[in-house]
């Protein structure tokens, strides 16, 4: 009777000990983002600023003269070919090779094989199909494409890091 008396007292005393330490926890205090906006906004302009500085420094470097668009995307078509216009919703074949800055080539259809995917869909970087779509079957050109229109913050997780700005040279093969 004692023994059963005594495990009753333990597992009351253990009761009273669990609910008094959630009772002594401090309630937890809610992050207000708005008190964050404006520093995380201030730092993300200035990754942006120095990232488009790189780019501005290897094009000089380069002596390359690329149009940009509203997006950041930087390209130069520098072969015409004399087939119809890439359009969203078809097939795009390109041949390619893919940089980083530092001129490290990273993936290319010769290693890899040539690239398919439908246009509009989302199935490559953002900053590709946008380049695509302003070549025609028969076009070569070079992009120079920002991070946050590629891998942004976090790479590929294989060839690509984080926060990489990437060449492309394209050679648009077939639209179908």
């Known amino acids: 009777m004692k023994r059963k ?3 009753l007292l333990l597992y009351t005393a253990f009761i009273l000990f669990l609910t008094n330490c959630d009772h002594n926890r401090k309630p937890e205090e809610k992050v207000n983002p708005n008190d ?3 520093s995380l906004m201030e730092a993300n ?3 942006v600023k120095t990232e488009a500085q790189h780019i501005d420094d290897f094009l000089r470097r380069y002596k390359w003269n690329m149009k940009e668009t509203g997006s950041g995307l930087k390209y130069m078509i520098y072969e015409e070919g004399s087939g119809p216009p ?6 795009a074949v390109i041949e390619y090779s893919v940089r980083l800055i530092t001129g490290d080539i990273v993936y290319s259809s010769e290693k890899d094989g040539l690239l ?3 246009v509009g869909k989302g199935e490559v970087i953002s900053g590709l199909e946008e380049g695509i779509l302003l070549m025609n079957v028969g076009d070569e050109a070079k992009f120079i494409i920002p991070s946050h229109l590629a891998f942004g913050l976090v790479g590929d997780d294989h060839l690509i890091p984080r926060k990489a700005s990437l060449i492309y040279d394209v050679k648009l093969l077939e639209i179908k």
């Open 5 to 7: 008396a005594f495990q």
């Open 36 to 38: 964050y906006k404006e």
């Open 45 to 47: 302009r200035h990754v």
């Open 86 to 91: 890439a359009e969203k919703w078809k097939t």
């Open 116 to 118: 398919s995917f439908l």
